[in-house]
């Protein structure tokens, strides 16, 4: 019997330093680099229609989803390639554009509910490499579908859905961000001298544990050019309690790690906790 609505839920990434890889199609086009996959994410559901739809809400602290957005021109492109019509709703609790991998949770989110609900027979790598490509395309992000197709402390050495990922599942203690707004992610992943600078920046090293993770995030984002001055206020006063903590890529803002986490932020706006996912995307239900 098929399904009325299917609900899926992918975890979101937070990069912590990368450097983008040009190949010869969407495809082998990428990023190498490390962050972490979190336990928050998007959860999207999807249901039977003849026409395609998509709406999109935040939940806030109440719990209550406010719509954004009645359109999502990824999430449009994708389906369009699927050659599928069906209504989407996405719903996210952390703040979207703010470097925590949101755009690729959606996408994988969506095509995996979408696989189910329609019985496409996808496997988890067409799934995959239809939402990197798109992410490519869009200029979206570049190795968060990547991450995202499982959990833990992640470093990527190859680019696309096939390249090498080491994931390491070292973080049990809270992750906690606060964010300033976005940064523009198009923009940047347009630009040659930005991307220059991000490169020359990328560590030489790749880090053994989350303690050299954290400090090769911070080599990074030293020497990126995207550090904003809020992001650096917050990092100066985690160094002084001894809190790791890094520049959210490519977000206006800062994750930190561990009990104290959360309090070393909260001066500085609103606190957003979460911790370090032990999965990647996964249909919740089907009705």
Do not use: W
Request: aromatic share 6%.
């Amino acid at each position: 019997m098929t399904p009325a609505s299917v609900t899926a839920f992918c975890p979101g990434h937070i990069s912590g330093y990368f450097r983008r890889v040009d190949g010869h199609d969407p495809a082998t086009t990428g990023s190498i680099g490390a962050g972490i996959v979190i336990n928050e994410g998007v959860t999207a559901t999807v249901r039977l229609s003849p026409h395609s739809s998509v709406v999109v809400r935040v939940r806030s602290p109440e719990g209550t989803a406010r719509e954004i957005s009645r359109t999502s021109p990824p999430l449009s492109f994708a389906l369009d390639r699927l050659g599928v019509t069906v209504a989407v709703e996405t719903v996210c609790r952390l703040p979207i554009g703010a470097g925590f991998g949101l755009s690729a949770a959606a996408l994988l989110a969506t095509l995996s509910a979408t696989n189910r609900l329609l019985a496409l027979d996808l496997g988890a790598d067409a799934i995959a490499e239809l939402a990197h490509e798109t992410e490519v395309i869009f200029r979206t992000g570049l190795g968060d579908v990547a991450a995202c197709q499982g959990g833990g402390r992640v470093v990527r050495t190859g680019p696309g859905i096939h390249g090498t990922i080491l994931r390491s599942f070292d973080l049990d203690a809270p992750v906690c961000a606060v964010s300033f707004g976005p940064i523009h992610t198009p923009d940047v992943l347009s630009s040659p001298a930005q991307m220059a600078q991000v490169a020359a920046a990328f560590p030489q090293r790749q880090p053994k544990n989350f303690m050299e993770f954290f400090a090769c995030c911070r080599e990074f984002s030293a020497g990126s050019g995207l550090e904003t001055p809020a992001v650096q206020r917050v990092l100066a006063e985690c160094d002084r309690q001894g809190i790791p903590a890094a520049m959210t890529m490519l977000g206006d803002g800062v994750f930190a790690y561990g009990e104290r986490a959360c309090d070393a932020l909260r001066p500085f706006g609103e606190v957003y906790g979460m911790g370090m996912a032990d999965a990647g995307v996964r249909v919740e239900s089907a009705a």
